[in-house]
């Protein structure tokens, strides 16, 4: 499953993904944004993974926060948009 979102003053956040018995698996986030230090980007993908496919953007948010180190530093890119990109990947018709 593949998701896209275009984060406003941002950049473009991407999500690749499958789905194994109700939960998140294989996540790669990817896209023109910049993170520091170099693991948040694992970290994020570990975040994710494993996460219930039918869990709201608002918990998806939350969960890619919980799991970012804690100095980094996000541009062009936040939780919420990682959130609305795995949402577009659930759930291509809503888009």
Same mark, same amino acid.
């Given at each position: 499953? !593949?998701?896209?979102?275009?984060m406003p003053?941002?950049?473009l956040v991407v999500v690749d993904l499958d789905v194994r018995d109700g939960r998140l698996a294989h996540v790669r986030l990817?896209?023109? *944004? *910049? %993170?520091? +230090? #170099?693991?948040?980007?694992?970290?994020? #993908?570990? =975040?994710?993974e494993g996460q219930p496919a039918d869990t709201g953007e608002h918990a %998806?948010?939350?969960a890619v926060r919980?799991?970012?180190? =804690? #100095?980094? %530093?996000?541009?062009?890119i936040? +939780?919420?948009?990682?959130a609305v990109a795995? !949402?577009?990947?659930l759930r291509p018709e809503t888009a």
């Open positions: 499953m !593949h998701g896209e979102y275009k003053g941002g950049k990817s896209g023109d *944004f *910049f %993170l520091e +230090p #170099d693991e948040a980007l694992r970290a994020i #993908d570990r =975040a994710l %998806l948010a939350e919980r799991g970012l180190p =804690a #100095d980094t %530093l996000m541009y062009g936040s +939780p919420e948009a990682v795995v !949402h577009r990947a």
